[in-house]
C-alpha cells in the first residue's frame, strides 16, 4: 500500500508541477514586455538634428559616431536590467507589448555627445 501512495503522489506532483510550469508560460507570455532600439530610427531622428545645427556643425552625432554606438549598447544593456526584453534592429518591428525605445537612446546620445563636445 505504501508504494502505491507513494506512486500516486509522484505523480500528482508532476501534474502539478506540469501546470504551474504551463500557467508560468502564460503569464511571461501575457506580461513579457520588449522594446527595440532601431538604427534606422536613431538615424533618422540624427538627420532632422543635424537640419537644426548651423552649416558648420554638420555633423553625424557630433563627429562620434563610435561613442554613439558606445551608448546605445550600454542602453540596451541598463534596460535589460529593468525586466524589459530589449533588441537592436535595423528597422521597426511590430507586436504585441512591443514598443520603441528609439528616441529616448537618441536623446541620452545627444545630450551625453553633447556635453562631451562642450568640454
Known amino acids: 500500500m505504501s508504494v502505491n501512495k507513494g506512486i500516486i503522489g509522484l505523480v500528482i506532483a508532476l501534474i502539478l508541477s506540469g501546470l504551474s510550469f504551463y500557467a508560468g508560460g502564460l503569464w511571461r507570455q501575457k506580461n513579457l514586455q520588449v522594446a527595440y532600439i532601431s538604427q534606422k530610427e536613431i538615424l533618422e531622428l540624427e538627420k532632422i538634428r543635424i537640419e537644426k545645427e548651423p552649416s558648420g556643425k554638420k555633423q553625424l552625432f557630433?563627429?562620434?559616431?563610435?561613442?554613439?554606438?558606445?551608448?546605445?549598447?550600454?542602453?540596451?544593456?541598463?534596460?535589460?536590467?529593468?525586466?524589459?526584453?530589449?533588441?537592436?534592429?535595423d528597422s521597426k518591428i511590430y507586436g504585441s507589448n512591443v514598443r520603441s525605445a528609439s528616441t529616448e537612446v537618441h536623446k541620452k546620445i545627444t545630450e551625453e555627445l553633447s556635453g562631451s563636445r562642450d568640454k
Open 62 to 89: 557630433f563627429g562620434n559616431p563610435e561613442k554613439a554606438i558606445e551608448y546605445i549598447e550600454q542602453a540596451e544593456k541598463q534596460m535589460q536590467t529593468s525586466g524589459t526584453l530589449v533588441l537592436l534592429v
